[in-house]
């Protein structure tokens, strides 16, 4: 499936390691790998694939079931939660950081952000050890605020975004190059419906909590993964958070996931083939810091990867629409 007068969704072989001057430098390395949890983690991992980097490599990030079930078998330090913006935690976490470093000793320290970005680059730069630091594929205008602090440092920095490239913020590669989609026939009525909210706090998501109670038949079953959007009045299996695991099966089973925009949990659904409806966080209702999950829903469209819904406009032939869009498998592993 293609959007009209977009380009078409375009994927690569990752089973050969990307050649970029950035992988050229950091190939084979044994890194000091940092991301806060939900996209930033899920996108460092996907690119630890496609730079091959040494997987002996030490990866810091916040202790949740996503990071619990992915780093299961690799060297992992778990920190406690810095949130966005709290540049006092920041602070706080930079002696850990220079006594990991000392411990570890990496041959380059790389983060996708967001705020732990700075509690390790920081020390990692004052020891002397190379630094790099790769914007969310989620900034489609220009850098984030901590990307923004980083260009004031001497970082190595990329985007993932052509468009707004230049000297100081090169393009080499994005993680959404990896995915496609194809038209699909579902097999049957909806019978199970799994909707994911995320896990970052302290953003709530009622608008499509509401919505999807009002549009999904009684006789569906839903599971609801719902972060900081406590409820008690809901129908079917309710969850605060689960693990990667538990993630996937429902995923697979579901005859539709309804998703935040967030990317990481738009990752995982690409990678695992499921049908997927994206509704994006709204900043004037308080769901997140800024409107960046609107523009991720236009790129899932640019691409024809997805169908994309605002919470308010949910209904039952929005939810069958997305059932016929099946996304390709991409072809990444997770590092061993």
Request: charged content about 25%.
């Amino acid at each position: 499936m293609s959007v009209p007068g977009a380009p078409p969704a375009k994927a690569f072989d990752a089973s050969q390691p990307r050649e970029t001057p950035v992988a050229d430098s950091l190939r084979g390395r044994r890194l000091l790998l940092v991301a806060s949890t939900g996209g930033h983690l899920a996108q460092l991992d996907k690119i630890a694939q496609l730079l091959a980097f040494d997987p002996s490599s030490t990866w810091v990030t916040f202790e949740k079931p996503q990071s619990t079930s992915m780093l299961e078998n690799r060297d992992h330090r778990f920190i406690p939660y810095i949130a966005p913006r709290d540049f006092k935690s920041v602070a706080q976490h930079w002696p850990w950081f220079r006594r990991l470093i000392r411990e570890v000793r990496p041959e380059a320290v790389v983060s996708t952000g967001a705020a732990i970005a700075l509690a390790s680059h920081l020390p990692a730069l004052a020891a002397r050890v190379p630094s790099y630091y790769i914007e969310s594929v989620s900034r489609f205008d220009g850098p984030s605020l901590t990307g923004r602090i980083m260009s004031r440092l001497p970082v190595r920095r990329l985007t993932q975004h052509d468009e707004w490239s230049s000297r100081r913020w090169p393009y080499e590669i994005s993680v959404m190059d990896a995915y496609g989609a194809e038209p699909n026939e579902p097999s049957g009525p909806l019978k199970k419906v799994f909707v994911t909210l995320g896990t970052i706090f302290p953003y709530r998501f009622d608008a499509l909590v509401d919505a999807v109670v009002a549009a999904v038949p009684h006789d569906v079953e839903i599971v609801w993964q719902l972060g900081a959007t406590e409820r008690t009045d809901l129908p079917g299996r309710v969850e605060t958070e689960i693990r990667a695991s538990e993630f996937e099966r429902l995923s697979s089973e579901a005859d539709l996931v309804i998703t935040h925009a967030g990317v990481g949990t738009i990752m995982q659904l690409l990678d695992l083939g499921a049908p997927t409806l994206a509704v994006p966080r709204r900043q004037a209702r308080n769901e997140h810091v800024d409107d960046h999950q609107e523009q991720i829903c236009g790129e899932l469209l640019r691409r024809g990867l997805a169908t994309v819904s605002e919470a308010p406009n949910i209904d039952l032939s929005v939810m069958e629409r997305a059932r016929q869009l099946t996304p390709n498998r991409a072809p990444l592993g997770s590092p061993s």
